[in-house]
């Protein structure tokens, strides 16, 4: 098992910048491939980016790309998303997710929603124009 706690977000400007951190404890954060989705109201929980268990892999989203960043500390036990040039529309609340402990690859990231089995209470984001 293991335990998220996503902290980092909060009302910005269009234009400004956020970082999300995320804290998971219980089982060792280094065995889990990563993940940040976003949920806006009316809409479906969406992928933002993704990190292998290892780090050196990550995936982003068409919406985010150039201007968003994941990485991980896996000394710190962090995970981070660090948010660049914000619009309106990345108004959502943000989830940490883990993968089941059965996609063990160490050099893979996971986009579905399905593949995450463990996900933090959310942390909202609020762009205003």
């Known amino acids: 098992q293991v335990q998220l706690v996503e902290s980092g977000g909060g009302l910005v400007q269009a234009g400004d910048s956020l970082r999300l951190s995320c804290a998971p404890s219980?089982?060792?954060?280094?065995?889990?491939?990563m993940g940040w989705f976003r949920q806006a109201p009316g809409k479906e929980r969406e992928i933002v980016a993704a990190i292998s268990r290892s780090g050196n892999r990550t995936y982003y989203a068409d919406s985010v790309k150039g201007r968003f960043a994941i990485s991980r500390g896996n000394a710190k036990n962090t995970l981070y998303l660090q948010m660049n040039s914000l619009q309106p529309k990345a108004t959502a609340v943000y989830y940490c997710a883990a993968v089941g402990t059965s996609y063990t690859s160490r050099s893979t990231y996971y986009t579905r929603v399905e593949e995450y089995a463990y996900w933090g209470q959310g942390t909202q984001v609020t762009v205003s124009s």
């Open positions: 219980g089982r060792t954060f280094s065995s889990y491939a």
